[in-house]
């Protein structure tokens, strides 16, 4: 009898058909019976000595070095292939979130335990008419591709290949405008900010297609961190969504992310905060595919009302303040509740880096819990 086929990551190949089966006809609204999941942020067991896992100095360490950034993935993916879940391996050419910002000038800054950021180089609305013409050989783009073919080399393209960080066009026009004058141009010099809005737009509609083309197995979705598609659009981080008034992200924010939609096919969108004053928007971007957000931070009830059965709900656990459960079980039933029969791919998280009260749950109790409302990947 033959044994299970050789698959990527610690996952096996038949564990990945029946993921990309079960996920494809989730993001096509196809009934399949259960919401999706993942577990996420629970301690997987650790063989000590284990060759796989890397030793990492610093965390800029591993944005300046590809091979040491490409081992911790991998190891990350075997780690959670050990949880009966819906993850999927695969690599991320993640280089910060100003990626894009970088491509105008900004200055760039490497922590040495934190992610890459940006320096805004537009102080004031005069400065717009300074800024270059958006070039998707300028700045870390450049690096993107480079660390994108690194990790197609040398994993034999058995890997699939996520899109990079992509902030949305108001996201990324606030970092490399400095942020409260970003914020009160919108009032006082609209034609400014619509200019490098613009601008930023086509440096996007420019530059994803090089990532693609590089890729034999590409994923749109870099948050959150879910399998699509490849055909099922883009994915942005519309963090300003839940900071901009519904007049504000009309103006601002809508018609270039529906111009992202319509060039890539969809798109799904993720934010932090409560953007729920903004939902009505979001669903005009169509197609829309998905949306991210934290379930203590915008109310699951409000998502469900405005969009569920129109695109993949997304929720994740937040920040627990706000609204707050005291367990991961109270959050999982909480979800499962309120969600119903919409689409959904939930992030049952174990509370990890949250307030001290927020009592985690072991993997048993949450796949009890599952089996006990009959929800089982099969």
């Avoid at 072991?362 to 009890?368: C, G």
Wanted: aromatic residues 10%.
């Amino acid at each position: 009898m033959s044994g299970p086929k050789p698959g990527i990551g610690g996952y096996s190949e038949e564990r990945l058909e029946a993921t990309k089966a079960f996920m494809g006809d989730l993001f096509n609204l196809r009934p399949v019976g259960r919401p999706g999941y993942i577990l996420a942020g629970f301690p997987p067991r650790e063989r000590p000595g284990d060759p796989d896992k890397p030793e990492i100095p610093n965390r800029r360490a591993v944005f300046e070095d590809f091979e040491l950034n490409l081992r911790e993935q991998m190891y990350n993916n075997k780690l959670q292939a050990q949880f009966d879940d819906d993850s999927f391996p695969g690599l991320f050419p993640y280089l910060g979130t100003g990626v894009l910002a970088s491509a105008f000038g900004c200055e760039l800054v490497y922590p040495e335990d934190d992610h890459p950021w940006t320096k805004p180089v537009v102080r004031s609305p005069d400065d717009v008419a300074r800024l270059p013409d958006p070039d998707p050989h300028a700045g870390l783009l450049p690096r993107v591709l480079e660390m994108t073919r690194y990790f197609c080399q040398r994993t034999n393209e058995q890997y699939p290949i996520r899109i990079t960080d992509i902030q949305s066009p108001a996201d990324t026009a606030s970092l490399l405008w400095e942020y409260n004058d970003f914020l009160a141009s919108m009032l006082t010099h609209p034609d400014e900010v619509h200019q490098v809005l613009d601008a930023v737009t086509e440096l996007m509609i420019e530059f994803v297609p090089m990532q693609r083309e590089l890729v034999k197995e590409w994923v749109p979705n870099h948050c959150p961190q879910v399998w699509v598609p490849e055909d099922f659009g883009i994915s942005i981080s519309d963090d300003l969504a839940a900071v901009l008034s519904p007049s504000q992200y009309e103006e601002f924010a809508f018609p270039y992310n529906r111009r992202l939609a319509k060039e890539f096919g969809g798109i799904h969108v993720h934010s932090c905060g409560d953007y729920s004053h903004v939902l009505g928007y979001i669903r005009a971007t169509q197609p829309l595919r998905s949306i991210d957000f934290g379930a203590t931070e915008m109310p699951m009830s409000a998502a469900v009302d405005r969009l569920g059965g129109e695109c993949v709900l997304i929720p994740r656990l937040g920040l627990n303040k706000d609204i707050h459960f005291d367990s991961t079980l109270d959050y999982l039933n909480h979800v499962l509740d309120t969600g119903g029969d919409s689409p959904m791919f939930i992030f049952i998280e174990r509370g990890a880096d949250r307030p001290v009260e927020f009592a985690p749950n072991d993997v048993p109790e949450v796949e009890a819990a599952l089996e006990a409302r009959g929800i089982r990947r099969e």
